[in-house]
């Protein structure tokens, strides 16, 4: 079994300067670095990311002391990044495009081409990186937003390692992801993974829903076939390190330190809020809610005090200058309305503090006020609930935080309606502590059992079993393990037989039919198997006969249309033989279903062939269709089950065609007309099982994508389609 490799975009290890300018290491605590310690502590484990110290600022000395240095005490790798890189990837790209658009800020979100250039560079480099340390059998694992891009280029680069890919924000809706400039570039590269992961099945449902809208990928529960492969997804809802929370022990003296204390005696309540300085926490809005307590509940006058700490954060972007400038004087406000000489209602602290001094405040506060407009997780409420090991406080939290998902029994609220909070503030407080107990119990039980630790096992457990399990049962062997033995029959054949299917084998699916025309290189590759004389090379298409003659007519192939209804063979000029006589009346029936439905799904068409009726549905919401499929079906099936018509499914399109006529009859005329030593054939849908069936059992038959095939063998994409062309050729 390899190593494990971790890919993020800070180091758990950071590298600065001391006052008299020698390089200091100092190992990070708490967040990821605390959760994956443990597996970054297993042997051969290697840890990749930025030790947060610019480039500009080093020799190079210095750069080669630190990588050995990380290397050998810390089993970490150091991604060196400029200050250009920095800005424009970091401060830009992720904090300034990413982040306020999957926290759902679309006004503060910022759209610079360039920021995305050097995002995608720095990306690059991550991958250039970790590459100079990969094995086979190595398991990677890349974390958060900040390396959307690696996951595929690690897939293009070694397609057989198992990679991992965690999200710590959330995903946002379709609606608001849509916004991205960069969407597709994302979710590709999101996909190169072999599991992603998200905190809850919410961002897991978005993911999916975006990648089936915008791809056009199918998925099945929590998989999506991609590139001829599985993708799987899944929730995983981070924990924390329990027992270090519940059992810490405070060193003696530093609770009665005033700067540890809460003044909570004499009757006096204690709200405390732990956050860093960003818009997405909700901080303004808590002010608020609070100050509404005051107000409609004049009681708590006096009575209560709101600890407000927030951690300095991103000091350099301009949103959070302003949000701290509001956030004084939100306090500025409440405490010169309802303050008086005895009793300040909010203390407010903009600096960081230490774990220590979290978890006596932990232990002290009756409430944690915990109410981001939009989190990914929030560990704080979790921290919180552990650190109090006598069961009592209880967590007012925000149901826009992905922690509420396993917090049911704290007080949950929406953190836009300051009346709601308010009020969940004043049953916190009076909750009686019996019944604090008995909710706090449970969840500890939960923390207890699903902890950090749990979390990462679980995520590896699911990446390994992904890399290994078998894409699905009766799939047939990868056509790459036979290929040289494949390349040696074509050598020795003296009579080669090529059928060839085109949309989704030959070239990629376009949204409009009419776009699908082959390119330069496809031209060049029929162009090199069809002047070979031991070769007869057919396309076998479900195309109508004008499109392959006018893409495809110069070249010496032979053609085959409407999925075997006409044959055109080279040299006859624009001759077409018809195989089966038809008829086109029915049409008049069907049509005006076929046009209902279309008039009721968005993005669905009609494709009128001269004796077929292609309904495309490509560009239709996926829900829509998974909800009206069914009924289309059934409903043409009703009409057409005493004739000798039927449905044709291909990929994202239903046509309506004599059911007799196939690829299968056009496969058996081409074989009756010569003897053929080596037979190849490439398809990818339902249309070119006919043509799978009818062949020979020593032929090469090839299934383009997922699915169950009569085919021998599979292959990924219409891409490796084209390289196992380009292989015969080339042998």
Known sequence: MGKIVFLSNRLPTTVKRNKEGALVYEESIGGLSTGLKSFHQEADSIWIGWPGILEEDLTGEEKQEIKKTLRDNYQCIPVFLSKREVDEYYHGCSNRTIWPLFHYFTGKTEYDPSNWETYCEVNRKYFKTAEEYLDSEDVIWVHDYHLFLVPELLREGYPQLKIGFFLHIPFPSFE????????????????????????????MWHFLTCVRRLLGCEDVLDKIIYN??????NAFPMGIDYERFFNYQIEPGVAENSEFSLENGQGMKTILSVDRLDYSKGIPQRLKAFETLLKRYPEYKEKVTFYLIVAPSRVEVKAYHQLLKEIRELVSEINGRF????WMPVWFFFRPFTQEMLINYYRQADILLVTPLRDGMNLVAKEYIAARNDYRGMVVIS???????????AIIVNPNDYRHT??????????????????????????KSYN?????????????????????????RHIKEDIEEIQKAWCQA???????????????????PEEAKPDLELRKLLNEAAEDLKNTVVIISGRERHNLLRWLGDIHLHLVASHGLWIRNPGQHEEWNMTARQEKGWKNVVLPILGTYTDQIPGSFIEDKVYSLAWHYRQCDPVIIEAKLPEIRETLNRILQSTNLGIQEGKKVLEVKDKTVNKGQAATYFLNRDQYDFILAL???HTDEHMFTMLPKKAYTVKVGLGKTAARYRTDTWLSARMILKKMIQS
């Open 339 to 342: 303050g008086t000489m005895d």
């Open 494 to 512: 003296k009579k080669r037989l090529l059928l060839l299917d085109y949309d989704g084998t030959l070239v990629d699916f376009t949204n409009v």
């Open 228 to 233: 001829g492969r599985y993708v799987h997804v």
């Open 452 to 476: 950090v630790d749990y979390w990462g096992e679980e995520f590896l457990r699911a990446l390994r079993w992904t890399g290994t399990y078998a894409l699905e049962a009766g799939l047939p």
């Open 422 to 447: 308010a009020a969940g503030i004043k049953a916190a407080l009076e909750m009686p502590e019996e019944e604090q107990e008995a909710r706090n119990l449970i969840i500890h039980q939960r923390l």
């Open 683 to 685: 398809g990818d849908d």
């Open 399 to 409: 149901e826009t935080a992905g922690a509420a998902n396993e917090l049911g029994e």
């Open 176 to 203: 608001v992801f849509r916004l991205l400039i960069w969407r597709k570039e994302i979710l590709k590269g999101l996909l190169g993974a072999n599991l992603i992961g998200f905190h809850t099945y919410d961002y």
